[in-house]
């Protein structure tokens, strides 16, 4: 089992800077895909962006070019850094990483970390 525990969420005003943090419970295990996924108020979960193990990375129309996500894998910790947040960025953000075992995916989510963009 494998709990992932984000930080560094809070209020933050537009323009500015933010960075997430997400560390995996177990450092032994191998994981595969780390992303950070956000759910706004009355809408859907949407990914943000995502990092394999390898460092393939994947990023939201919306936020690319102001978002970097980082990994490292010997922590099993991913990092979000927000630049030029805007109001929109409002949400709660989730942490999510998945490991293959043979023909098993395993997904594991954190609880949750809410970031507010407000002046």
């Known amino acids: 089992q494998v709990q992932l525990v984000e930080s560094g969420g809070g209020l933050v005003q537009p323009g500015k800077s933010l960075t997430l943090s997400c560390a995996a419970s177990?450092?032994?295990?191998?994981?595969?895909?780390m992303g950070w996924y956000r759910q706004a108020p009355g809408k859907e979960r949407e990914l943000v962006a995502s990092i394999t193990s390898d460092g393939s990375t994947n990023y939201a129309d919306s936020v690319k070019g102001r978002v970097t996500i980082s990994r490292d894998n010997a922590k099993n910790t991913v990092y979000l850094q927000m630049n030029s947040l805007k109001p929109e960025d409002t949400a709660v953000y989730y942490c999510?990483?998945?490991?293959?075992?043979?023909?098993?995916?395993?997904?594991?989510w954190g609880q949750g970390t809410p970031v507010t963009v407000s002046s």
């Open positions: 999510n990483a998945n490991r293959i075992v043979g023909f098993t995916l395993y997904n594991y």
């Open positions: 177990r450092s032994d295990l191998s994981i595969n895909t």
